[in-house]
């Protein structure tokens, strides 16, 4: 039976195992030694919207485990002149291994996953970020030794990768705080699931606009961009709105003395994080953005056989 991978939810089962076995394999590669369970697969990856890590990390592990990819963006393929998502699946599904969608809307992986008898991954939609939760909760893993019993301090817009990071924060078992402005907390379904993961493991979940209460003693500070993909048209009002959200020197003062900060990129520096910040000894966004290769291979790795 194939696998999907469109919300972190399709991992509530093994959702650490994903996270321990990317680690061992980033120390494999790390020693030299050859991957080639890849040999002969090909992924197509749909990318409705810009992309540097995703791209890249997904194209690059295919390569490294002896296998191929190809880029396909709708506006050189007939899904972008009218053919449907569901005769895309079919399609694909007969010459391909699996799919890596990157889309707009969510309706539409769960469509495209819904018409392919090969897995789909979602690589970003309006309403998650899979992916990137296993390589944040793998840099996390390698920096604080554990994941159990950590305080998560998400601070800004309650968007996809905030929702995600929820969810993995559930299971877990490790607290999560997050605060955002009025108005910008996560939708309420995505908040019940996570509560629900949390109750199981007896820890904590926070909404909160008081990012004071969200940062105190956090061993983890985590934030992105105010302003999402398709949401342009916001931009002016949301900066105004989220200005005192900003990740700063004297806002991770409140965290403990050992925190790190954790970005998914792309930064917005001078926005919703500072310089400072960004490149202060604490952050280890760029560990986090190379996570995203081994996290793709473990990936990659348990959804095609
Ligand atoms: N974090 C992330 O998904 O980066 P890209 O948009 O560059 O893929």
Known sequence: MKRDIISV????????KFVDDGIKLKKNFKTGK??????RKTLAMIFEKASTRTRVSFETAMTQLGGHAIYLSPRDMQM??????????????GMVDAILYRAFKHDNVVELAQNSSISVINGLDNLEHPTQIVADYMTIKEKKGKLKG????????????????????????????IATPEG???P???VKAARSLARKHRSELEVTNNYKEAVAGA?????????????????EKKEKE????????????????????????PAHRGLEVTNEVADSKNSVIFQEAENRLHAEKIILKKVIK
């Not at 817009?157 to 607290?175: F, I, K, R, Y």
């Not at 989220?242 to 990129?265: G, P, T, W």
Request: aromatic share 12%; proline share 1%; with cysteine.
């Open 80 to 93: 972008g002149r009218g053919e449907t998502i569901a005769d895309t699946g079919e399609v694909l599904s």
């Open 150 to 177: 950590l305080k998560i301090a998400y601070v800004g817009d309650g968007n996809n990768t905030a929702n995600s990071l929820m969810l993995g924060a559930g299971l877990v078992g490790a607290d999560f705080w």
């Open 219 to 235: 061993d983890v500070i985590y934030t992105d961009v105010w302003v999402s993909m398709g949401e342009e048209q916001e931009r």
């Open 34 to 39: 050859k991957d080639s369970s890849m040999d």
């Open 242 to 265: 989220f200005k005192s959200f900003q990740i700063n020197e004297k806002m991770v003062s409140l965290a403990k003395r050992d925190y790190i900060f954790m970005h998914c990129l």
């Open 9 to 16: 939810l399709d991992m509530k089962n093994d959702f650490e």
């Open 188 to 190: 309420d379904h995505f």
């Open 184 to 186: 910008y907390e996560p």
